[in-house]
Nanobody, 125 residues
Framework: QVQLVESGGGLVQAGGSLSVSCAAS????????LAWFRQAPGKEREFVGC????????SYGESVKGRFTISRDNALNSLYLQMNSLKPEDTALYYC??????????????????WGQGTQVTVSS
């Protein structure tokens, strides 16, 4: 089993910045990629970005490109999301997820086996 715990988040005004973190524990050797997803009430789960263990280029969702930055520690036990130029439409529950697929880093949430409990990000206008 892999445990993922998100932290950070909170309330920020539009145009501001916020960061969230994800700490992985348990069988951290078993997953190949970590990702950020988000989900707003009444909306589909949306891909934010992901990194994999072979250090392929970080992949970002279209709606966050140029504003959000994902970083990691060397062992990929921790994942970070720096969010700049936040908009009200960025308001969502942000989840960290782990994929067991070999060298996989993609946008389909169904391919991720482990999920954190989520952390709320709220952007006021």
């Amino acid at each position: 089993q892999v445990q993922l715990v998100e932290s950070g988040g909170g309330l920020v005004q539009a145009g501001g910045s916020l960061s969230v973190s994800c700490a992985a524990s348990g069988r951290t050797w078993s997953y190949q990629a970590l990702a950020w997803f988000r989900q707003a009430p009444g909306k589909e789960r949306e891909f934010v970005g992901c990194v994999n263990k072979i250090r392929a280029p970080i992949s970002y969702g279209e709606s966050v490109k140029g504003r959000f930055t994902i970083s990691r520690d060397n062992a990929l036990n921790s994942l970070y999301l720096q969010m700049n130029s936040l908009k009200p439409e960025d308001t969502a529950l942000y989840y960290c997820a782990a994929s067991l697929k070999s060298a996989y880093c993609g946008s389909n949430w169904r391919d991720y086996a482990y999920w954190g409990q989520g952390t709320q990000v709220t952007v006021s206008s």
